[in-house]
């Protein structure tokens, strides 16, 4: 039986630099989370950006994220939370 070779994928970034991101709205529907990355410098903000992605995908990017928070607590030790805002952002968690 010959084996299969796995296709790479060939990925173009259009994107110049990035964008900082310091505060994060998450809503849900039964099918999609959407990620709202915001940068708060009071008084005023601005979104930075928008993902949208399924229940499956999400805890895959959240293990991603666990995996390499630990990777880099290992090299650099540990981090603390940042505190939460001392203001409303004018939304809410429920």
Known sequence: ??????????IRDNL????????MQVSHSK???LLTFLNIAP????????IITNP???KRM??????????YEKNFGNVEPAA???QDFGFKSE
């Open 1 to 10: 039986m010959e084996e299969k070779n796995p296709q790479q994928i060939q």
């Open 16 to 23: 110049a630099g990035g964008e900082y991101a310091n505060a």
């Open 31 to 33: 099918e999609e989370f």
């Open 43 to 50: 008084p005023t903000g601005r979104v930075c950006g928008k």
């Open 56 to 58: 499956g995908h999400l």
């Open 62 to 71: 959240i293990a991603a994220l666990q995996d390499n928070l630990k990777m």
């Open 84 to 86: 939460s805002p001392k």
